[in-house]
């Protein structure tokens, strides 16, 4: 599907749901500076499933993200400069969309396009995000406590990219959760190769937005696997995750098949399956 494909997407889209943004509203990202105006041709992630995305349409901040509508909540995102270039804030309040009701607030300070803390007003509680010498996330700490998850990363040569491999969260008594994520399935000839991620979101088992992109970049590859291990393990269920993707002409990936299987991997008891189409949208200079 090329370019043009993906406006119509987005327009028909527009057509069947207001919180889906008009092609005005697609003023977009930069992939090397996250949430950064730009003045060429752009692709925007309108929705996601049953998630509408929408973009501010004017002012400084034309192009970053402004509310995600989900069929129960939905979240508003506003942004204030510091003054210096390069450091801003984002505040994030999530509603419930039948009354209208803040269930949580969190303020994110962003320096050079990472976020380096957050201030969650709701339950105040606020968190350090530390990264790597390649500027990958490594941790994020709540602040005055030993509450931490760690980000783990493989090396592939052949691709020269770091990919996310675990999370691991830990308290005072230390490590109680893995999170496992493997970039494709089986082998031989019932093997489904890696897939390039070229529209990338925020791990969604994890603690992040899935939509704000101030944390870096996860991997080069779409997650095709993800176990959740209890620890210390002693023969405990293992949840898993299994995700197929349809890809388009252009790279993109226009679908998402999920399949959770709550027993662990093999296990077919309580077996849930669920889809999602991705829509995006090209904004054009002059539209």
């Known amino acids: 599907m090329v370019i043009q494909g993906m406006l119509v997407l987005g327009l028909l889209?527009?057509?069947?749901?207001?919180?889906?943004?008009?092609?005005?509203?697609?003023?977009?990202?930069?992939?090397?500076?996250?949430?950064?105006?730009?003045?060429?041709?752009?692709?925007?992630?309108?929705?996601?499933?049953?998630?509408?995305?929408?973009?501010?349409?004017?002012?400084?901040?034309?192009?970053?993200?402004?509310?995600?509508?989900?069929p129960s909540y939905y979240t508003n995102y506003s942004y204030n400069d510091s003054g210096v270039q390069g450091d801003y804030w984002i505040t994030s309040k999530r509603y419930t969309k039948s009354t209208n009701t803040l269930i949580k607030e969190i303020q994110y300070h962003v320096v050079n396009k990472r976020c380096i803390k957050s201030f969650n007003i709701t339950d105040n509680q606020n968190s350090i995000y530390s990264y790597?010498?390649?500027?990958?996330?490594?941790?994020?700490?709540?602040?005055?406590?030993?509450?931490?998850?760690?980000?783990?990363?493989?090396?592939?040569?052949?691709?020269?990219?770091?990919?996310?491999?675990?999370?691991?969260?830990?308290?005072?008594?230390?490590?109680?959760?893995?999170?496992?994520?493997?970039?494709?399935?089986?082998?031989?000839?019932?093997?489904?190769?890696?897939?390039?991620?070229?529209?990338?979101?925020?791990?969604?088992?994890?603690?992040?937005?899935?939509?704000?992109?101030?944390?870096?970049?996860?991997?080069?590859?779409?997650?095709?696997?993800?176990?959740?291990?209890?620890?210390?393990?002693?023969?405990?269920?293992k949840p898993y995750y299994k995700y197929f993707y349809s890809i388009d002409s252009d790279g993109y990936a226009i679908s998402r098949s999920q399949e959770y299987y709550p027993l662990g991997y093999g296990n077919q008891a309580g077996k849930q399956s669920t889809y999602a189409a991705l829509n995006y949208m090209a904004w054009v200079p002059g539209i």
């Open 13 to 70: 889209g527009a057509c069947q749901n207001e919180d889906v943004m008009t092609p005005a509203d697609t003023i977009g990202n930069t992939s090397g500076d996250n949430n950064a105006k730009v003045a060429a041709s752009e692709i925007k992630l309108v929705s996601d499933g049953d998630n509408n995305l929408q973009y501010h349409k004017t002012g400084r901040y034309t192009g970053y993200l402004s509310k995600v509508s989900e």
């Open 132 to 237: 790597n010498e390649t500027g990958r996330l490594n941790t994020i700490s709540r602040e005055g406590s030993s509450i931490k998850v760690d980000f783990n990363y493989i090396y592939d040569a052949a691709a020269d990219a770091e990919r996310l491999t675990k999370t691991t969260y830990s308290n005072s008594n230390g490590a109680y959760k893995e999170v496992s994520f493997l970039y494709s399935i089986g082998s031989g000839n019932w093997a489904v190769a890696p897939k390039p991620d070229k529209y990338f979101l925020n791990p969604v088992h994890s603690d992040l937005d899935k939509y704000l992109r101030i944390f870096g970049k996860f991997s080069d590859m779409l997650v095709q696997q993800v176990t959740i291990t209890p620890l210390p393990y002693t023969n405990q269920t």
